[in-house]
Nanobody, 120 residues
């Protein structure tokens, strides 16, 4: 069974920083792409940032220049460093990973979500 466990959310003032971490654990062959999504109240879940197995990154326009995604392949971990936070960044943040199992299929997994609240 594969699990994604997130940590690092919380309450911060406008302009502050937070660092989110997500670790993939369980029995699997290899982690492929990993990413972060967020969902604010009354809104659809949206991509924040993603990173491939070779380190190629993609960011939502709203976070470019403020957020940085990175990963530690050996530890199956993805990090989201969030700087210059704004109230509109307030949302539940979800970790996402595409993971190969030992029979060759690629499945997508989600973390349980971590709340990020930015006060004005």
């Amino acid at each position: 069974q594969v699990q994604l466990v997130e940590s690092g959310g919380g309450l911060v003032q406008t302009g502050g920083s937070l660092r989110l971490s997500c670790v993939a654990s369980g029995t699997f062959f290899r982690v492929n792409a990993m990413g972060w999504y967020r969902q604010a109240p009354g809104k659809q879940r949206e991509l924040v940032a993603e990173i491939t197995s070779i380190g190629t990154t993609n960011y939502a326009d709203s976070v470019k220049g403020r957020f940085t995604i990175s990963r530690d392949g050996a530890k199956n971990t993805v990090i989201l460093q969030m700087n210059s936070l704004k109230p509109e960044d307030t949302a539940v943040y979800y970790c996402n990973a595409y993971i190969y199992n030992y029979v060759g299929s690629l499945d997508v997994y989600w973390g349980q979500g971590t709340q990020v609240t930015v006060s004005s």
